[in-house]
Structures are given as C-alpha cells and as structure tokens.
C-alpha cells in the first residue's frame, strides 16, 4: 500500500517528494535520539534484572513514541514557515501546495521510514533457509509482523492529516488523541506473541483515525456513497 | 549471515553450533579425500540415527528428503557410512561422540598404513608388500580415505547434542503412525573446499594463479611441519660430519591423525612413543662419562609421519643431497620406538627386516644390536623379543632409511603382529585408551605431579632404550645406574596428553610463545608450521638435555654477539622460567642445548613433482568459513501463502490508490481553505 500511495500521488510532483523525504528524516532522528536515551539507560543498569530491562524497554517505547510527536509538531512548524516562503516565491500568491497536502506527505513519509525500520532487517534475516519458531515463538512470526507494519504505515499518514489538523485550528484535544493513539498502538505491541492483542485493537484504531482523517480533510458520507455507486 | 551477534532476530531463528569440528578435504597426488559442502552449505531435516533400524527412514521411507543425519557414535562404521554414500537423499551427516569409546575398536585409518611408501615393494621383500604377510591395522576401515560428497562434522559437547535431539522430538518424530508436520527442525553445515581432484590439480591452478593474478587464489597447502632432532655430542650444525664419525639414531613420530581435522589426540599412535623417546634422552644425558662415548647419538623426531613419512623421507632425501650435517654413512644404526604404551604382560617386541638380513654383514650388526637390547633389559620389568624371520617390519620412518641404505635397526613395539591399539588414528585414541588415570579431587599441580602406572611402565621402557643406546654408543661401563626418571614421563604425559597449560610446560617456553598452551594437545601435522607438538617437543628436549649458562638476555637472544658461544654447534634459547613463590612474576634463564629443527617438507615440492609415488604428495585444501546451525524450517504452502497473500495486497492497494486519486473530488469537497489546490 505505501507504494501504491508513492506511485500514484506523491511521485509526480517534486515538492511532494522533498517533503516525503524531509519527513522521513525527522522520523529517522526522532528514533536515534530515543534510541540513544534507551541504550545510555541500559548499559547504566544491570543487564541480569529482567523486570528492570523489560521495564526499560516499555519506558523506552514510550520516550520514542513521545518523541515521534514532539519531531511532528517540529515538522509542523517547519513546514509553516515553508508555506509563506513558498507564497512569496509564487506568482499569484498562492501556495502551489496546500498544508493538508503537506500534512498527508508529511504522514506517509513518517509511515515509510517506520516501516522500513521495521521490516529490512526481518526481510534480510527471512532469506536465509530457517525461519522463526526454535526458542518457541510463533511460526506466523513474519506474516505478522508485516501486516503491523502495513497498519503502522496507514496510521503513520492519518495521525499526519489530524495532527496538522489540529496545529492548524487549535484543536489541541485532536493533537492529544493522537498521541494516545499512538501510545496505545506502541503498548498493544507489547501483547505479543498473542497477536490478536496487538493487531486487532491496531486495524480498529486504523479504521477509526481514517474515518476522522477523511472527515477532517473535507469528505463527507454522501461523498463517499456517491463515489461508491459511480462505481 | 556475517551480521553482528546482537541481530535478536537473527538469534531467533538460528542456534549456532560452536563445539564442532568439521571433516575436511586432503588430496594427494591422484585423489581427493574427506568432505566437502556446497558453497552456500547443505541444509537438510534432522534425522537421529541410533539404531540401525533407523536409517530405513533415511533412505527410503522419509517424506522430507533431504536428510541431515545426526550418528551415535558407535555406528559410525564403514556398513553405514557406504550406505548413505550411495544415496542422494543424504545431505550432510552430525556425529556425536560415542562415550565411552566403542567397545568393538575404531580405526577410520587404513588396514594397510603408508603402503606404497615405505621399503617394501614388488622389487624389495615382495611377499611382504601391501600387508601381504601380515595386517598391521585389522580395525582399520579406510573412512578416513573415502571420499564424501556430503559435509560431516563431529558434535564434541554431549549439551549440544541435547539441544539438537531435544529439537529432534519436538518437532521430528511421526506421531500415530503419519508423517511429521511443518515446521520440521533442520540442520545446514558450512564446509565448502576450494581444491578438487587432486594435488596435481590444485597446484597447477594454484601456479596459474600465483603466476597471472594480482591477488593470487591459492586453493591448497602441502602438509609441512618441522622435524626436532638434537644430538648427545654438539656437531657443527652448518658443516658436515666427517664420513669416520658413526652416529646412532633414534627415532619417533610426533603426529597422528582422526577423521576430523585438528582432532588427533594420538594417545598410542604417538606420544606413549615420544614421550619414551624423551625420557631415554634425559637419562641418557645424565651419565657422568656420555662426553667420551666414541660414537654419537642422534635423537630425531619425525613430523608427518601419518602422511605417508614427510618428516623421514625429507630427512633421508636431505642426507642423500648433502644438504643436512650428516650422510647416510655416518649412521652405524638405527633404533625406533612406535606405538610402546600397551605391552601386554610386559613383553616388548623387536621387529626387523628380514630381507636386508639375508646379507651377511647386515644380520651380524643386527644380531648384534638384538643383543645389546636384550642385555639392557634384564633387571628392569620389561621382556624383549624377538619376532621371527616371516615377519617384516611394521610401517615405521625406519623403512624410509632401509629404502636408501642398508642400515641396521631395530623397531621397538607393544604388538607381535596387529596393533594392540584398537582406535588407531582415531578420536578415541585418548589417555584412557593407554589407561591414563588420575585419582579424584586432585588440583592441576598435584595432577601434573601424580606417578600413573603408565608413565611408570613407560619409564621402564625408557630406561632399557637407554643402556642400550649406551651401550651401542660404545660405553664400556655397567648400566645399572642409568634410570629413567617416571617423575618426567608423568609430566609430559600430562602436558601432551590432558593440559598443555601447565606450570612446568609455561616454564620452558620462550616467553614470546606463551599462545601456543591451550586447549586440550591435539597432534595434527597442520599447513602452518611449527605446530604446537613441535615447539612443546623442542623446548622439553633442550630442558631435558641442555645445561643452563649465564648469559644475560642479549647475549642469549644474539649469540653471536657474545664470545666463546659456538653459535653453530649449540642452540641457545631465552625461556621464561618457573614462578617466583607467591609472586606473579618469572625468573627467565638461558638454556643451551643442541637442538635443531629441520624442514619436514616433502621432497616432492621441493622437486615440483606434484604426480610423484616416490614422496608424499598429501597437501590440504583451503576453505573460507565453516560452520553449523540449526533451525526450523516451514513447509513450502506456507511460504507460498506469504507470497501471495503479499502480492494480492499489492495488486489491491494499487488499485484502489488509482481509482481514489481518479475520484479525489467527488470524494473530497472544496475544502475551507481558500488556498486549495485540486489533486
């Protein structure tokens, strides 16, 4: 689906494509930076406390996930000031891209780079001939973690829509539901191996964040049956 | 693979195997042995093989060939190892190391060893040719000389043998009677050789290459090492002895082999008879009037031996070509001890050869050293005897000399006719089998200093071998009072047998080769050289025959710079000495002995006569990694489904992408934003 959504609507347009990759920079230190507060806290502690590694690792999740939106919201700005130096280069004053535009590359270039993360190095481990389940873990171990990544993506690009959304009117309720959504998303991971505890609430948050992204960005049901029957 | 250890999903899927040690691939001048694996390793479902019953289910019954077998030890023979040969649904072989050693006897050696090289051919003692008379190694069953297109590798630790049969349980074995299901537990070996065919092969590319490349491939090594050889009274190392000197030599081997490379614990095979030799050394030296014996003693251990004797035919060729101190002539008789440790009710065995015996002058000196060795053993605990005319010499770096020259000497041996060792070049060849034992709870230090009953009949032989060599030397004086000492014979068989690292082994080495101790002494004649065995074998000869001098560390590490040193005649070493008492620090001291190493290279390299059956032509190929793990793997409809269930994904979400963007207004009203651009 992330290819699908390059292809057909940010490929054409070179804006588009600076701020996808701009976008997925940000993500790209907003995780160093976790991850180097994560590992300074764990060669600091004692690495036979399994309780207080396990710990670690959720303080760690969070800090991430805290930071991924702090690196939105500096996005956000960023891409603001870019809108009046656009204007002002322009001839008829307007903006050749708009900030809901912005907010939706801005959202699939967070969603691409998180799932490339997340998926090369299982994808360079999966060539080789065996395949996950010795220790006791689960054989659908690939599969799995390939549909997280798809729902993570998708997520990636409507929390772009509502975050910009609500920076833009103020709606400060919409920036917090975000990120709880996004806490909540990243500590359903921590139910696995029982899969059904971290997919299924992800793919029913993914349906609603898309259902609040389409109505933010001006659709509407009539709309949307109206696009259906021309069908 | 190759990514760092900390890949956690890497550790998921994969268990390394760390204690292995892999069977490699050796050729010689016509074919190829051993084992070899494809590039990117064999993988294959685990089958464990401990009845004989079991391997219909590799052959022929299994659904999921092909299969890696994992061998109880004890069925590690030739029935089945030419059964899976013959198949292809065999793709790799694990053995685990049978405990206790099979009861039955082991040998993957040949029954014939080093036949075609040794004196006995159809010009020379026909009747006695290719073991003809008389079957050295009746155990032996050619494994180590077969060659194998699969990887075999040997599983030494008992827990990782655990860990693959316990995998093998749960995942493996049919349940009521149907088939194993997916995911099924399977193995994949890394053991890939470079070289092919045979030595003429690889070092003909290996030529090409080193000729026209600029980062030259080699693809194999010859065999080398060095031999140790020192003697009673100094000679000019870099001159020649005058044709007038006579010279006894007595000679061992310091190698062995096993079926896995590096493994070669060698217990009987070699060092019960180097460890002989030693002791003989140092009682010999210790005799108040050796400095006016009239004929020398040359004390010389062999390298390569196991290979078709690279160490003795290097030698004899050197003398032939006046390339070595001595000649041929100088030598008035030859004495070698082979395998010592297993004497059965105490009786020693001399063997000769009975062809050159047929010459007058020869029988007379051979009579005569018969004799002397006879003599020399009457008051010690050890019977000689003699073994008759039909019989002809065992294979022994003796024969290489015969083959030139016809010397008088005799072969000193625990066996009359077939070996008493029943794991001849084998991995059970191990202290226990020479009855090496050590009472319980005692620390390193009183373990290295603990008198076994071996190392007591092992000096009993020591002493005889040295009045006789005394004797030989020409010494006129009563015997009696020349002993080997059992406290030395304990301690080398401990450092050579159980523990290199040990206090008295760290004493006598230099202090630059500390590395060469550890780990449990394996005596292979490897490609890099000098092997461990072999600077053990040098530093304990020099501080068991030489003297120690006074001479501060320059003047001991640059002998020529100091007067008065005969650097030519004498070797000098710098070692670091025993432990101050409870300090951590050495008192080093200078030893001056005469000990030489001399190249034991095969006389075919030297010579490029790669297709020779004159000279040893064994050489080893090269490899790049090698390495084995297990895992599961998940049976093909699953990753079919993957495959498609991802492609279907694709193909939906670009459709819907494109008809979306077509449809983007009727789905999106105008938005509020007055600065809005169509998509």
Redesign the interface.
């Known amino acids: ?1 992330a ?3 390059f ?3 940010i490929a054409r347009d070179p804006l588009r494509i600076i701020i996808l990759i701009a976008g997925a920079f940000f993500w790209l230190v907003s995780l160093l930076l976790s991850s180097l507060i994560w590992f300074i806290a764990v060669r600091a502690s004692n690495p036979q406390d399994e309780p207080l590694q396990k710990g670690l690792l959720i303080f760690g999740v969070m800090f991430s996930v805290l930071l991924q939106e702090v690196f939105r919201f500096l996005y956000y700005k960023l891409l603001r000031k870019a809108i009046e130096g656009l204007v002002a280069l322009s001839d008829d004053g ?8 912005m907010a939706y590359v801005a959202g699939v270039g967070f969603g691409l780079m998180s799932g490339a993360f997340s998926m090369i ?2 994808l ?2 999966s060539l ?8 006791g ?1 689960s ?1 659908l ?3 799995t973690s ?1 549909f997280m990544t ?1 729902v993570l993506i998708f997520l990636h690009t409507f929390w772009g829509v509502l975050f910009f959304h609500g920076c833009e009117h103020r709606r400060w309720w919409e920036i917090a539901a975000v990120v709880i959504m996004h806490l909540t998303v990243s500590g359903s991971t921590f139910c696995n191996p029982l899969y059904v505890g971290s997919l299924v609430p992800s793919y029913l948050l993914m349906a609603s964040a898309a259902a609040w992204a ?1 109505l933010v ?4 049901a009539q ?2 049956r ?2 259906l029957l ?2 | ?1 190759g ?1 760092c250890q900390g ?1 956690s ?2 550790r ?4 390394p195997l760390n204690k292995t040690a892999p069977c490699v691939r050796l050729l010689n001048a016509t074919h190829q042995i051993g084992c070899q694996s494809s590039m990117s390793g064999d ?1 294959g479902v685990i089958h464990v093989v401990e009845k004989e019953e079991d391997l219909s289910w590799v052959l022929t019954d299994g659904p999921h060939p092909p299969y890696m077998v994992v061998l109880d030890g004890n069925l590690f023979n030739r029935k089945v190892m030419l059964q899976l040969k013959g198949t292809s649904r065999v793709s790799g072989l694990a053995v685990a190391v049978a405990k206790p050693s099979p009861p039955q006897g082991f040998s993957p050696g040949l029954q014939c060893p080093n036949d075609g090289f040794g004196v006995y051919s159809k010009d020379y003692g026909p009747q006695f040719a290719h073991c003809n008379k008389t079957v050295w190694n009746p155990l032996g069953t050619g494994l180590s000389y077969e060659d194998f297109h699969f990887p075999i590798f040997l599983l030494e630790d008992a827990n990782e043998t655990q860990v693959i049969k316990q ?1 093998y349980q749960d995942h493996n074995v049919p349940r009521g009677g149907s088939e194993p299901q997916y ?1 099924l ?2 193995m ?1 070996l890394f053991s890939h050789m470079h070289a092919v065919t045979s030595t003429v092969t690889c070092m003909r590319r290996s030529s090409l290459q080193s000729t026209f490349s600029i980062n030259p491939e080699i693809l194999c090594d010859p065999l080398l090492d060095y031999n140790v050889w020192s003697t009673l009274h100094p000679i000019n190392s870099s001159g020649k002895v005058e044709p007038e000197k006579e010279v006894v030599m007595v000679a061992t081997r310091i190698d062995s082999h096993s079926f896995f490379w590096n493994l070669a614990p060698g217990a009987e095979s070699a060092v019960s008879s180097f460890v002989t030799h030693l002791a003989a050394a140092e009682a010999l030296r210790k005799v108040p009037d050796v400095h006016l014996l009239p004929r020398n003693v040359m004390f010389t251990f062999f390298q390569g031996e196991t290979f078709d004797y690279i160490g003795s035919s290097r030698m004899v060729y050197d003398m032939e070509q006046d390339k070595f101190p001595l000649r041929l002539d100088n030598i008035h008789s030859f004495v070698e001890l082979n395998q010592v440790a297993l004497r059965s009710s105490s009786v020693l065995w001399m063997h000769t050869d009975p062809v050159s015996r047929m010459n007058e002058s020869v029988a007379a000196q051979v009579r005569n050293l018969l004799d002397i060795l006879s003599n020399s053993s009457r008051g010690a605990n050890v019977t000689l005897q003699e073994v008759g005319f039909s019989q002809p010499l065992p294979p022994s770096s003796f024969q290489r000399f015969l083959r030139a020259r016809h010397i008088p000497g005799v072969v000193l041996t625990d066996h009359q006719s077939a070996f008493e060792n029943r794991y001849y070049q084998s991995i059970y060849d191990t202290p226990e089998n020479i009855h090496v034992q050590y009472p319980e709870g005692l620390s390193p230090e009183e373990t290295l200093e603990f008198v076994t009953d071996t190392a007591k009949a092992l000096a009993e032989v020591a002493t005889v071998v040295a009045r006789a060599l005394y004797q030989l030397a020409g010494g006129a004086n009563s015997t009696s009072a020349i002993q080997a000492d059992p406290r030395t014979v304990t301690r080398m068989l401990y450092g050579f047998l159980i523990k290199m690292n040990n206090s008295w082994f760290q004493s006598i080495i230099k202090p630059d080769l500390k590395g060469i101790l550890g780990g449990v002494p394996q005596h292979y004649v490897a490609v890099s050289s000098p092997v461990n065995t072999t600077y053990l074998v040098q530093f304990v000869l020099a501080n068991l025959t030489g003297t120690v001098v006074n001479l501060t560390k320059e003047e001991c590490q640059n002998p020529e710079k100091a007067p008065s040193t005969e650097k030519e005649m004498y070797d000098y070493a710098w070692v670091q000495g025993s432990l101050e008492p409870n300090s951590t620090s050495r008192v080093p001291f200078c030893v001056r002995s005469t000990v030489h190493l001399s190249k034991a290279l095969s006389p075919a390299f030297e010579l490029r006569q790669w297709e020779s059956t004159e000279y040893s032509t064994w050489t080893e190929s090269r490899w790049k990694e090698i390495r084995a ?6 049976s093909k409809e ?1 990753e079919i489904i ?1 495959l498609v ?2 492609v279907v ?2 193909l939906f ?2 459709l ?4 979306i ?1 077509a ?1 983007a207004d ?8 007055p ?3 169509s ?1």
């Open positions: 689906p290819l699908g959504l292809l057909f609507t307007c903006s050749p891209i708009s900030i809901q535009q190095n299982l360079a481990d080789g001939p065996g395949t996950v389940g010795i220790h873990d054989q171990y690939f599969l390939a798809m389409y960005s001006g659709g509407s709309n949307l109206r696009f021309c069908k | 693979s990514s890949n999903v890497e998921k899927i994969y268990i993988t995998c995911p537990c399977a994949q793990r297990i895992f599961l793997v998940a699953l993957t269930v991802g994904i694709l979400s670009l819907a992408t494109y008809f963007n449809k009727i789905l999106f009203s105008a938005p509020r934003d600065s809005a651009v998509y």
